[in-house]
């Protein structure tokens, strides 16, 4: 199972970015996945899930609205859209795949800097 | 202010044992599964225990949960200097709708 994010990078506030994470080594249409963030000072805080369809997502409430979680199963893809972004964002964001209520793989995770 | 509660650090010599502790509520512990999470200085965090006390297949026997109540507690045998990292508990909680995290625990092996 290997889980790489991208699409990371600095930002002004207010301004967009969109993550990437790409899958393999799993069935990537039987799992829910998620994205979960660590803040500079190393506290981790689940950001979105989606489900296997993509028929349902759920957030956190700071981001609700803001960011949007998507996949395309046919290109064994996942996506964070985040819209504006402010300075309390800043966070490195991990693509996690969700297994049994935990997050059992992670990816290498992408830095998001929002100044 | 984490809504699962952990010591900020523990430490013990190498081949002792640690239990590092994870206080909950009932929203959350108290109803849901926790997991456990090691992350190693500078990578990301990597998955311990599911389900309370499940082990991943290449998680070593060396690491244990265990749940009470709204309490949960990972426990480290043998302890190694490979072993220091921070680790993180984790569960759903009903009246927030997410899953939450603990604020970690930073364990050091003397």
């Known amino acids: 199972v290997q889980l790489v994010d991208s699409g990371g990078g600095l930002v002004q506030p207010g301004g967009s970015l969109r993550l990437s994470c790409a899958p393999s080594?799993?069935?990537?249409?039987?799992?829910?996945m998620c994205w979960v963030r660590q803040f500079p000072g190393g506290g981790l805080e689940w950001v979105a899930t989606?489900?296997?369809?993509?028929?349902?997502?759920s957030y956190v409430d700071s981001v609700n609205g803001r960011f949007t979680v998507s996949r395309d199963n046919a290109k064994n893809s996942l996506f964070l859209q985040m819209d504006s972004l402010r300075a309390e964002d800043t966070a490195i964001y991990y693509c996690?795949?969700?297994?049994?209520?935990?997050?059992?793989?992670w990816g290498r995770g992408t830095l998001v800097t929002v100044s | 202010q984490s809504v699962l509660t952990q010591p900020p650090s523990v430490s013990a010599a190498p081949g002792q044992k640690v239990t590092i502790s994870c206080s909950g509520g009932?929203?959350?512990?108290?109803?849901?599964?926790v997991s456990w999470y090691q992350q190693l200085p500078g990578t990301a965090p990597k998955l311990l225990i599911s389900?309370?006390?499940k082990r991943p297949s290449q998680i070593s026997d060396r690491f244990s949960g265990s749940k009470s109540g709204t309490s949960a507690t990972l426990a480290i045998t043998g302890l190694q200097t490979g072993d220091e990292a921070d680790y993180y508990c984790?569960?759903?909680?009903?009246?927030?709708?997410?899953?939450?995290f603990g604020g970690g625990t930073r364990l050091t092996v003397l």
């Open positions: 989606i489900n296997t369809d993509g028929t349902q997502t």
């Open positions: 009932s929203s959350n512990i108290g109803t849901h599964f």
């Open positions: 984790e569960a759903h909680d009903d009246s927030l709708n997410a899953a939450v």
């Open positions: 080594g799993f069935t990537f249409t039987t799992y829910w």
């Open positions: 389900e309370d006390n």
């Open positions: 996690t795949r969700g297994n049994n209520w935990a997050f059992d793989y």
